[in-house]
């Protein structure tokens, strides 16, 4: 399956929360796992400054998230969002829902 | 069908299939003079043949272009169409046309040309059918001056499919210019999201030189995996550049033109799936009411006094239909609660899992049906009714087997009706709540001044109380935590109610008491003063007079009465929602004892009125949101009545007392 | 560049649809039937999947459904190579998860066309 192996760029530290390069459906359940779990912890630190191919369903999740976190009163941060997800979010109008920072290159 | 080389075959086909269109064409010719149905009968064998062939021996644009002549050729031929001097001009043409598609085909070139495809549009429009978008790219290319706007709303599997609305967003982009608004509405909590299943909704404006085909072509794909509507932006202006606000608002969007996102959220309404036996039960009604009508009719011009009995028919019947088809319009809104259940078994699992319980899921009554309003809202709640169940209701396997139960902890999710509501129970055998740690963390923030003589149902309750749980004390509390109050008030935004009702190691039940609709209620019509109040019947419990001397005051102003055995608040809607010229004696007017949420009182009221349906209008929508009422309705007379919010007036009431 | 895999029975079609790919610089794969399909799908992860209907061993849609319960394949896109003007075998196609279709015959403009529209 692959997916295991980017790890590095995919496990929760101290609120940070890091997505894969490949960051689409297929593989998307890991990084449910992980912002649920971070769901508890505030301040929470997004870094999508690797992601290299993005779809609906990862841009979803990160929605459902922001507005979770949000509910909870809990801060949510970006340390950075390549172009590919920037331009994806941008073209389905969720820039600004999820406050994406200006691109930033990986 | 493929290691035959079918070209051996073409040859014959050409022959055959042009023989038959030169009868064809005879016979169409003799048809114009009047002819019989045998002719028309050839004229379709003809077409049908070439239909048939050309499917065969790999023609399909042959196929297709015949297939709609074929078409109209049946209406004709069974009757549903009569021939006239239009269609045989055009079935002549068709027979030119295909006579060019067989030249081309010997040729070897491409069968479908301009002509051939503006033709097929022509026979497809004579039958009565579009044809399917992909086809009509080339015709009736019909633009919007002021471009279009797209209303998307993906269905949950259309990613899992591998249409990602990303890449037809992309495509869109490349027609024109796009104004891209995401809908988030539907989006379900974190926890109760399936990551694979789209629950996001686009409203797109598009600018530029567009076709309405065009534009269908993006979405050809999944025309039957989302709902989809296409209109013409109606632009009082020449499309001026992409400014999200100060767009006018879709055609018919109630007067709400200059309110912006809201509007745009709002004007999704979603869609129900209803089966056709359920439309036809409506129609059937619709002619019961027709023929009721008819019969009342009769007395429009004289009204004969020994025709009483037929007139007091007439109107009974009419009520009776009107009942029906009430409710059948309200099943239409029905759907299981099934849908919602359904995610539960995954959810359990992987929770279970995650913090190593043992849990088993038992579903009861997924078939029971909610308003679909009702039913998209009542998701969340549960979600975290269960999580919490699972979360700090059950036990590890190791703290049961101590207590001498089973490893394994069930879960039960019940629903059914019981009166006019719908009841969902969450059931744990678990621990209970845990009396102590409440009491002390209810103390702690300021919620009770002390915990002696608290009721079982009082502790319950705390747990509801806004700023009883964070997220912080869930860790070090084993009582029950997060945003139990926002449960609640989800519950009671939909008209519900949640009670929580635990005994220590025995377990927990929450239940959870929703409206059958949001739309129409039962309710006791009461006058309070000059106004009305509508009572919902659901909550009543039962009216009664009281002598004055059965009250009893309390300190701080407070006035209790006993009923079945215990004292009730009294709550006097008068001084509640100050009207003026009400009766003050207690014995002057009438206590009607309502009950919500496990609480009980009684609302102090002249007299009343009379039962009655109320079709509920928010009061917030048209007003702002006023305590201890739920909304407004409109009485027979045209007057507005105000609908009394039970639960909120016991919740007001018990927090006074609690102050 | 992408990997393809194109599954066709008929060995001319199959080559057709391979011989325009490669030349279009896609890494493309075949195989003659659905059975054939899953193994080389479960070999290796492909990212768009084109599929004649009517095969023999396994058809196209069996194969989809199949395909489709594979997580994997979740979201990946899978073309039918329908010859059907009706409706129907669209539809069936749909229903057992693909993602969208492209109506036999074909040309290589098309082909490309249609595969560079869902590869992005």
Redesign the interface.
Known sequence: ??GKSKGVAGTSVAGRVGMPADF???D??D??RQ??DA??VSPIVLDGSTVDRV???????L???Q??AQK?GHAVTWAGASAPLYD?AS????AQ?LALPAKTSA | MSTINVAQFHKVFFEESLEGLDAMEAALLALDEGGDAELVHSIFRAAHSIKGGAATFGFPEMAAFTHEAESLLDQVRDGRRAIDKPIVELMLRTVDCLRGMFDRAEAGQPLADAGSESLKLQLAAAVGREIPAAATKAATKSAAPGGWIIQFRPHAGMLAGGNDPLRLMRELAALGQLVVEAQLDRVPALDALDPSECHLGWRIELTGAVSREAIAAVFEWVEDECDLSIEPRVAAAPPPAPVVEAVAAPTGAGGAAGASRHAASSNDAGSVRVGIDKIDSLIDLVGELVITQAMLDQFREAFDPSRLSLLQEGLAQLARHTRTLQESVMGIRMLPIGSVFNRFPRLVRDLSQKLGKHVKLDMVGEHTELDKTVLEKIGDPLVHLVRNAIDHGLETPEKRRAAGKNEVGTLRLEAFHRGGSIVVEIVDDGAGLNREAIIAKALQKGLIKSGEGITDEAVGDLIFQPGFSTAAVTTDLSGRGVGMDVVRRNVVDLGGNVAIKSRAGAGTTFTITLPLTLAIIDGLSAAVGDECYIVPLVSIVESIQLPADAVRSVTGGGELFRFRGEYLPIVRLHQQFGCASARQNIEDGLLIVVEADGGQVGLFVDGLIGQQQAVVKSLEANYRRVDGISGATILADGSVALIVDVAGLIRMQSRRKAA | MAKILAVDDSASMRGMVALTLRSAGYDVSEAENGQLALDSAAASRFDLVLADVNMPVMDGISMVRELRTRPEYKGVPILMLTTESNTDKKMEGKAAGATGWLVKPFDPEQLLATVRRVLG
């Open positions: 399956m692959g689409r459906i297929a998307v359940m990084m449910h912002l649920r769901l508890n779809d609906t369903a990862a841009l979803q999740l929605v459902a998230f507005r979770d909870r994806a073209q389905l109008g969720l829902t």
